[in-house]
């Protein structure tokens, strides 16, 4: 398994009221699979995708990811961990606006253990069809084309484990489906397991195995309450 | 993509504030380089020369002025001596070495100064130094022997382009448009080497030179051939040592005696230096002070400019930390930054305070005959590079900080 969870709970530090706002009771995702969560806007998911790359720590229960227990890592080997295990793609690319497409990509690689490959960088663009857009900019790109390239960058530090966090929520109707596909052939060309979260119920059917976060997140107390 | 190539990416991202915070810097460095330099040189230029002239009979009038005039080239002298007065003084018991000269005429901007010629033989301008005309170490010719020859200090040489033969009318005055003895041809015979001191920058002839100038009054040549008519601007005084290289204590018997009289003075520079120093030190202190508010006012420019560009910087630096970065690692670009500023700035204001410096010297040159060289390195220069880190560290702490503490999923993605 890449990630085996028992018990997890996340709760927020609000004051004198902690805000419970996971609590899985088990779950777990193979190596080389492709899974699809699902779930509305408000019920976690996001919390859960930052909780599986360690950028949230682990309030209870057990959470082993790429063969690392993160319950009670620290923040800084759970940097380290999410440099050498992790990809990870946003709802709303975040790429870097002063650095061109290939530096984007190559920023993937930098805080990893691996040397920075420009020749690397180059024929990941290449493998989102993005070859042509070497030393564009963010601003000067698509949408569809900025999420190719963050696409791209995720994949910089050979990931184990792909998280995508909404993926086509901001992408044209057009092209979702065509980001989509990229994203599940490359994740099998380079043996990377994927786990995105999404509220859209018309893109989930590209997968093979889904999860509606509702069935497992015990913490949901409906779309105000469960808002992290 | 290394460390340094993302702290360079992100500061040509925000290249116009960083240029400003770094243009700031500059400003206030150059001025703290320009000022100090200036103080430096002129502190080595006043208190340097005096350690080869005891003292200086002069007429009576403001003893600065005589200082300045004697020995650094500079105002007027305002009077003469008789000549039989300084004959009197030379055979005074404590009196070592008197050497007498004449002012008041120029040539190219540099005082031309008729002297004794044991001045180029004899005088030690510093202790142990004597003129000296050797080749290898950038003099030439020899001392002048007879009248209408000259021989020019190192500065005048180099500034004039003389060369041994040349000849030269000199000014009758020391100021723009003053009228020139025609007839009066002087022969460069030498050139003297370099001794770091006002000398450097003056022409000599000798005494009997300045008595049969064509064009002065009839009084002036009969000064020549009869002693009892003769008169002189000054003289340098060497004093006796006494055991240990203390001046002779008669020193201060011989200037009250002298200063009894109704038309001369014994000027003692070591005395009159410091009211010197005074003037220039509260003018420094002034322009330092002025410096030091700059430069503190363009780290306070770095702090907020850097601050500034923490909040467009924000959603980079979060995303830094999402591909992994240490929160060590987001502070360490931050504080790198501000590092690079500050070291361009200080770079910058190096050169630019060392431009014054050229600039300035030119213009006090040219007005008061005093040189500055804008290649000279003061104390402050070397502090410029470690004091400009020093800066961008402290500059880029507390936006760094601010960096060390950025949450990461606040600065980026919407939760759903």
């Known amino acids: 398994m890449i990630i085996e969870l028992d018990s997890l709970e996340i709760v927020f530090d609000r004051g004198k009221e902690p805000l419970k706002v996971l609590d899985i009771s088990h779950w777990g995702v193979e190596e080389g699979e492709q899974v699809a969560i699902f779930g509305p806007s408000g019920s976690g998911k996001s919390t859960f995708l930052h909780t599986l790359a360690g950028l949230l720590p682990v309030s209870r229960g057990r959470l082993t990811v790429c063969g690392h227990a993160l319950e009670g890592m620290s923040e800084a080997k759970r940097d380290q961990f999410r440099a050498q295990y992790i990809g990870y793609i946003f709802q709303n690319f975040n790429l870097l606006q002063g650095f061109t497409a290939l530096e984007n990509v190559l920023m993937g690689m930098t805080f990893s253990l691996r040397k920075s490959d420009p020749e690397e960088a180059r024929r990941l663009l290449d493998e989102v069809g993005l070859s042509h857009r070497l030393r564009y900019h963010p601003s000067h790109m698509s949408s569809g084309e900025q999420q190719r390239v963050a696409v791209a960058r995720a994949l910089a530090n050979r990931p184990k484990l792909l998280l995508a966090d909404e993926p086509t929520a901001s992408l044209h109707p057009v092209n979702k489906e065509d980001v989509l596909r990229l994203l599940m052939d490359i994740c099998d060309r380079h043996g990377c397991t994927l786990v995105m979260v999404t509220h859209e119920r018309e893109v989930i059917g590209l997968f093979e195995k889904t999860v509606t976060f509702l069935e497992f997140n015990r913490a949901y107390q409906g779309p105000l309450g469960g808002k992290a | 993509m290394s460390f340094w190539r993302i702290v360079l990416k992100s500061l040509k991202h925000h290249r116009f504030s960083n240029s400003l915070a770094a243009i700031s810097i500059a400003t206030g460095i150059a001025l703290l380089v320009a000022v100090y330099s200036f103080k430096e040189q002129s502190h080595n230029t006043f208190t340097q020369v005096g350690l080869g002239v005891d003292a200086i009979l002069g007429p009576k009038g403001s003893p600065l002025q005589i200082v300045l005039n004697a020995l650094y080239h500079l105002e007027d002298m305002p009077g003469k001596i008789k000549w039989t007065y300084f004959k009197e003084v030379e055979k005074e018991r404590i009196v070592a070495q008197a050497i007498p000269f004449v002012v008041g005429h120029s040539y190219g901007g540099f005082r031309v100064n008729a002297i004794d010629g044991k001045f180029l033989t004899e005088f030690e301008y510093l202790p142990g130094k004597t003129f000296s005309f050797s080749e290898e170490e950038g003099g030439q010719g020899r001392p002048f022997s007879k009248s209408h020859e000259a021989v020019a200090g190192w500065e005048a040489a180099k500034q004039l382009n003389i060369k041994l033969g040349q000849t030269f009318n000199p000014v009758c005055g020391v100021q723009e448009g003053d009228p020139v003895h025609e007839k009066d041809k002087i022969t460069f015979v030498g050139i003297l080497t370099p001794t770091g001191t006002p000398h450097d ?187 400009t880190a020093l800066l961008g560290l402290l500059g880029g702490l507390v936006p760094g900080i601010q960096a060390y503490r950025l949450g990461v999923l606040e600065n980026l993605s919407p939760i759903s």
């Open chain 2, 201 to 387: 920058r003056a022409i000599y002839i000798p005494l009997e030179t300045f008595y049969g100038l064509e064009g002065h009054p009839l009084e002036t040549a009969i000064m020549a051939e009869q002693e009892e008519y003769r008169e002189i601007s000054g003289a340098y005084i060497k004093i006796k040592r006494i055991r240990g290289g203390a001046l002779h204590p008669g020193i201060q018997d011989l200037k009250f005696a002298i200063n009894q009289s109704d038309r001369n003075q014994l000027v003692v520079p070591a005395e009159v230096m410091p009211r010197l120093h005074n003037i220039i030190g509260w003018i420094d202190r002034v322009l330092i002070a002025i410096a030091v508010i700059l430069t503190v006012l363009s780290a306070l420019f770095l702090f907020f400019s850097l601050l500034s560009a923490l909040r467009e910087m924000r959603r980079d630096l979060a995303l830094f930390r999402a591909l992994g970065a240490t929160r060590k690692t987001v502070m360490g670009l931050v504080v790198a930054e501000a590092l690079i500023i500050s070291l361009v700035g200080g770079i910058l204001g190096l050169t630019l305070g060392h431009w014054l410096i050229g600039m300035g010297a030119h213009f006090i040159k040219v007005e008061t005959g005093v040189g500055f060289t804008a290649g000279y390195m003061s104390m402050i220069d070397w502090l410029v590079i470690p004091g």
